[in-house]
């Protein structure tokens, strides 16, 4: 018995692990029902973020359009499947969100 009184001391002695830290701009896409149809990744129903980073790397223009598509909405860039327009994300959290989808690799 000691030794387990012994054992939960020492573990309850130990400082905690740090937290993973959450990512605030995923938190901001979930917030606004981005990761319904996508995700980091993987394609769900829209492609994967990493996908679209990878298919726009370099495009000086990508930004300004992505955030026209992101509230507008559209179709056919990556297949049949329509983006809905999303017309009441605030046009500041598509800036942020475009951008960072731009930077993942």
């Known amino acids: 018995m000691k030794k387990h009184a012994l054992l939960f001391a020492t573990l309850v002695a130990l400082p905690a692990a ?27 129903v829209g492609p994967a973020y990493k996908d679209v980073a990878a298919k726009y790397k370099g495009n000086a223009k990508a930004q300004a359009m992505l955030e026209e598509k992101v509230k507008k909405g559209g179709v056919g860039v990556w297949g049949q499947v329509p983006m809905p327009p999303n017309s009441a994300v605030k046009d500041e959290d598509i800036k942020k969100l475009v951008a960072w989808v731009l930077s993942l690799k």
């Open 18 to 44: 740090p937290a993973l830290a959450a990512d605030p701009m995923l938190e901001l896409a979930q917030k606004n029902a981005c990761t319904a149809c996508h995700a980091i990744d993987k394609k769900l």
